[in-house]
């Protein structure tokens, strides 16, 4: 990987490989709920930083798609902007089908507009709540039924990542669900018009909404066993597992998550190794040197880093860029 820009040659190369292109930014998401022209000048901004290489796309609720030509100023101007969309959803099947026959309507209309200039190529969106603990068959159904939408739309490309609650019964479900996503990845054409993958919120305004480790750990092990991507969103300022005193309760690190996923793949471990490494809460068991990183006696290449960062683990959102490249410094990562 060559160094984005001059700053990109004090990082660790394999802090900056686990960590490029990471942060998807969704400022005008709770707790900064900033309005659209500040999150996207924000956006704009930290596109010129000198950490601009952990920045990804920016986050938006697709109603919010045709507010932005007022605005195109900040986001037509340099390098295209890559936008992941909210997706509106529904608790059923049938509302969930017809709400994202609209969005891709809306969607379509953007890329119209500003086909070359920016591209809409994510939604996360959430799982219908009937279909959460659904078999492989009728999960089979229901995204053939997606797929017929985005064909019927015209869609070029867009990625889908559904997000999944992680209460008991979904984390039971989480094999046929991987599977049936699988299969759906595995029919589309070469180039894809559609990876599905799995969203996973990592926190939220009660300590109940922070998934477990063991709740994450199976997540990562499942998408890993099925080969599916993963993203995972809120709760994840902190690069390591820490206590936070607002929600009184432990949170999840975004560098222990995606160490995880990465020394999952590379050493096939089981859930209960997974589990270890998401628990760890001391930031020197993360070593980042020039070939590889560690954790423990566990360690993984560049390539093994990159693989596991195209293949399983995509990235995370966060409504501060600020934060996450703060808490980095504090822990002398950056």
């Known amino acids: 990987m060559e160094p984005r820009n001059a700053s990109d040659a004090l990082v660790p190369p394999s802090l900056l490989t686990l960590l490029d292109d990471i942060l998807d930014y969704a400022g005008l998401l ?103 603990g659904d078999d492989q068959s009728a999960l089979n159904s229901f995204f053939t039924e997606v797929d017929r939408r985005l064909i019927q739309t015209g869609t070029v490309k867009l990625d889908l990542f559904l997000e999944l609650p992680m209460q008991p019964s979904a984390v039971d479900a989480l094999p046929a669900l991987c599977a049936a996503v699988a299969e759906h990845n595995s029919r589309q ?25 063991e709740a994450l750990a199976a997540l990562i092990v499942a998408c890993r066993d099925a080969r599916v991507p993963f993203k995972a969103a809120t709760g994840l300022q902190h690069p390591i597992r820490h206590y936070d005193d607002g929600l009184d309760t432990e949170m999840h690190g975004f560098v222990s998550l995606f160490a995880a996923a990465v020394l999952a793949v590379e050493h096939q471990l089981d859930p209960e190794h997974v589990q270890t490494i998401l628990r760890e809460e001391t930031a020197n068991n993360f070593r980042f040197e020039k070939e590889h990183f560690s954790w423990r006696n566990l360690s993984a290449s560049l390539d093994g880093i990159r693989h596991t960062r195209d293949h399983l683990a995509r990235s995370f959102s966060s409504c501060s860029f600020e934060n996450p490249i703060d808490h980095l410094r504090d822990l002398d990562l950056l």
Not at 68 to 73: A, C, F, I, Q, T
């Open 30 to 132: 709770p707790p900064a709920a900033l309005s659209l022209p500040q999150a996207l000048r924000g956006y704009t901004d930290h596109r010129e930083e000198p950490e601009s290489w952990f920045l990804s796309r920016f986050v938006l609720p697709v109603r919010q798609l045709p507010d932005l030509p007022p605005h195109k100023n900040l986001f037509v101007n340099g390098p295209p902007v890559r936008f992941s969309v909210l997706g509106t959803g529904g608790p059923d099947r049938d509302a969930f089908l017809d709400a994202f026959a609209r969005d891709l309507e809306v969607i379509n209309d953007f890329d119209v507009e500003y086909g070359g200039q920016t591209q809409v190529d994510v939604m996360e969106v959430p799982l219908p709540t009937s279909a959460v």
């Open 189 to 213: 054409a070469i180039p894809a018009r559609s990876t599905m993958g799995l969203k996973v919120r990592c926190g939220g305004r009660a300590p109940s909404d922070v998934p477990s480790v």
